[in-house]
């Protein structure tokens, strides 16, 4: 049975607008303005255990991927073209992305010690990271030769490793733990060619298989090897999964809605979901929290619905509530039952991207990036 959750409200305390300074206070959280790159927008996507922050910014002319430390911005610059974005960063300060080259084509980039090295592709003309860990292992999607489809990647000391398909034309890796196990999707031999998630560890890629149909997506793995991700059942229906150790769980959906997906995974085995009522325009999000069987809400303030975007360690949720999708958007953080509101820089939205086990939380208040600190 799922519990209602009392709701902590804080007041911000407004100062004046200073970039780089708290500029709104709670009884238990500030909010700090990271600033820009010199244009008028930006925003954090990840941040690690030492506090380090990388996203990306508008520099006025194009989009470049930055660091953020002790109150400096860094431009991390490109492989010679236009942009890059940065997508993640280990607890060794190294930022994993993607970057546009001389010839404009976009090229996965490792960022270390302030130099960013291009990291290739598979043969073909294009790659992108999408994760680090702190071997400093990256797992992307690249083109092959042909270049007519992309294959998952796992780039080590300069050589960039092809980790093929369940047995189809097309797989990306998305996440990698710190003993080098890779998850991801891609699709199966013919004649179905459909979608299956899977685990790649030390040379062998397995299909974890699916719910009962013939789709499936891995997107997290937890340092015990324990993966999420979402399948569709026999039914055709939806569902956030946990797969371990050969046994994939339905995690269900919250009571009333439809369908539900697989966001994250600590490594106490608590997994993280959203639900909905439906795939129309008139769909109601909700968001909650698997472990060992039980499945527990984020009661969101009425009238107001929730979805989590990331958990760390110690069972934090991050999220953001809103009235409708995209309209009056507030970060919030959950705790142990309880939910609180973020404050923000200023106007009423805010977007989280990530948590640490610091409890900090980074992301976009109105156009700016900012970091959350309890």
Known sequence: MIRRMALVTIVALVSAYLPGSVHARSATWTV??????????SEAVDINNRGQVVGDSWTGSATHAFLWQ??????????????????????????VGRANTASGQPHAFLWDDGLMIDLGTLGGTESTAADINERGQVVGLADPATGINYHAF?????????????????????????????????????????????????GVMTDLGTLGSDFGDAGAINKHGVVVGTSWTAANEQRA??????????????????????????DRGEALGTSDTSVGPNHSFGSFVWSDGVITELQAPAGRQ??????????????????????????????????????????????????????????????????WTR
């Open 32 to 41: 700090v303005d990271l600033g820009t790159l010199g244009g008028d927008w």
């Open 70 to 95: 002790d109150g400096v911005m860094t431009d991390l610059g490109t492989l010679g073209g236009a942009s890059s974005e940065a997508v993640a960063i280990n607890d060794r300060g190294q930022v």
């Open 154 to 202: 796992m780039w080590q000391d300069g050589v960039m490793i092809d980790l093929g398909t369940p047995g189809g034309t097309v797989s990306a890796a998305r996440d990698i733990n710190d003993r080098g196990q890779i998850v991801g999707w891609g699709t199966n031999a013919a004649p179905t060619g459909n979608g299956h998630p899977f685990l790649w560890q030390d």
């Open 241 to 266: 999964f946990v797969w371990r150790d050969g046994v994939m769980t339905n995690l269900g959906v919250l009571p009333g809605d439809e369908l539900s997906i697989g966001i994250g995974i600590n």
């Open 306 to 371: 929730a979805y989590a975007v990331g958990i760390n360690n110690r069972g934090m949720v991050t999220g953001q509530t809103f009235v409708r999708l995209g309209v009056d958007t507030r970060p919030f953080v959950w705790e142990d039952g309880v939910m609180t509101e973020l404050p923000m820089v200023y106007g009423s939205y805010g977007w989280p991207r990530d948590i640490n086990d610091r409890n900090q939380v980074v992301g976009r208040s109105w156009w700016h990036a900012v970091l």
